[in-house]
């Protein structure tokens, strides 16, 4: 095996004078080569960070995507329980419509108008409850521009700030309020 190392022509104490010869060559090869620069490690390091950015990028723009998908589903499913929040509504209120038409029917004969109208005002109201509705109290309360919409003022120093007549009816469901009561003040 040995005989595969040496050269044919080169008698065996040359070889081992230059084999410190060659070791020597390389360690100035290395000495030429200059270590990095500063430069070269910062652009190392720059190019780095661009890496990272990208990668950082594309982790945002996918997130991006996805809450953007969230945004479409929720609004989606929104509008469906908002469809949905009116079929019942609608469904709930239907028997007070017709007796409304029983009580224009009714209308002819004075005596039974009044009892139609009062049957049809218990229903919306049991539509309502049921609905989870409530009436907004005015009469007598003091004046919320939150639950209350002043559309007259009286003066009436004894009732300053109080609603003295309601003009209609407001509602709320649950903390919202649908339609806010139509009222008239004292100032």
């Known amino acids: 095996m040995a005989s595969k190392t040496k050269h044919p022509n080169v008698p ?7 084999a410190p010869d060659v070791v020597e060559q ?7 080569q200059p270590a990095p620069t500063r430069e070269e490690e910062l652009a190392a390091q720059l190019e780095a960070l661009k890496a990272e950015s ?4 594309e982790v945002y723009l996918r997130m991006l995507a996805e809450y953007d998908n969230f945004r479409k589903r929720t609004a989606s499913e929104s509008d469906k329980a908002r469809v949905s929040g009116i079929a019942t509504a609608l469904t709930a209120l239907l028997p007070a419509i017709d007796s409304v038409n029983r009580a224009i029917e009714m209308l002819k004969e004075d005596e039974k108008a009044l009892a139609g109208i009062q049957q049809i005002k218990r229903q919306f109201e049991q539509a309502l409850t049921s609905l989870g509705v409530e009436e907004i109290k005015a009469l007598g309360e003091e004046f919320d521009p939150e639950v209350h919409n002043a559309v007259m ?4 120093a004894d009732n ?5 007549q309601v003009l209609q009816a407001g509602y ?13 003040v004292a100032v």
């Open 26 to 32: 390389n360690q100035e090869q290395a000495a030429e």
């Open 54 to 57: 990208t990668k950082q990028k």
């Open 172 to 184: 709320r469901f649950k903390q919202y309020v649908i339609r806010p009561a139509m009222v008239k």
């Open 153 to 156: 003022q009286e003066e009436d």
């Open 12 to 18: 065996q104490e040359e070889q081992v004078e230059q």
């Open 160 to 164: 300053a700030g109080k609603v003295i």
